[in-house]
């Protein structure tokens, strides 16, 4: 099953004007955007080819705000650790900071300007979209769609009154991982466990 994750980014300069040595504070919990952008792609000694993840930097409105669109199957220079992957996103940004057009900063990662209210409605409006919210009802016992799901979850931040009302509007599911309150890049982990375990290869007996 091919996934696809979209991760509301409240605080980050869409500009990329924060330093990679304070990714926490000045950068926004840049640190937690970097953490789950390499938990959702990164295996021992691969990439997830069938993942795909937007993060969407709405600090500014539009014109000012972003979107980063990373393809699995086309992802070049992402490395397992935080510092790395958040310079990739910046540069991303910080090169697009004076375009009004998309542009593809490295293989398989297209930044762009956005409407962050229309991003989130495109999403919501995929066949298989859910809301990974601590409020959900579990995972674990969610009928997935067979060919690919979608998910909308938020940074450390609680999403703003405007995306909460497109979230309840959408009539998508709304799941959990599980009881405690966790990081996204947890979450990434706990989504991508459970797909996994419902893959064919994974139910099929070892063979004689």
């Not at 994750?5 to 990329?16: E, I, K, S, T």
């Not at 995306?163 to 509007?169: D, G, I, R, T």
Request: with cysteine; charged share 25%.
């Amino acid at each position: 099953m091919r996934r696809a994750f979209l991760l509301l980014a409240h605080r980050v300069p869409p500009r990329g004007e924060f330093s990679l040595n304070d990714l926490a504070g000045l950068g926004g919990r840049m640190d937690e955007v970097a953490r789950f952008v390499s938990t959702a792609f990164t295996l021992s000694n691969d990439l997830r080819r069938d993942t795909e993840v937007t993060v969407l930097f709405s600090a500014e409105p539009p014109p000012r705000a972003r979107r980063i669109d990373l393809a699995g199957d086309r992802l070049r220079y992402l490395n397992p650790d935080e510092r790395s992957t958040a310079a990739l996103l910046k540069n991303a940004l910080a090169r697009t900071a004076d375009l009004p057009r998309e542009l593809e900063s490295s293989p398989g990662l297209r930044v762009a300007p956005c409407d962050p209210a229309g991003v989130l409605r495109e999403f919501l409006q995929r066949p298989g979209a859910a809301w990974l919210t601590e409020s959900g009802g579990p995972l674990a016992a969610w009928e997935a769609p067979p060919e690919r799901a979608t998910f909308v979850l938020s940074d450390p931040f609680e999403p703003t009154p405007a995306e909460q009302a497109l979230l309840e509007a959408s009539g998508v599911p709304r799941l959990s991982v599980g009881p405690r309150s966790l990081r996204a890049s947890q979450v990434a982990d706990a989504v991508h466990r459970e797909l996994d375990l419902r893959a064919p290869s994974a139910r099929a007996p070892p063979d004689a």
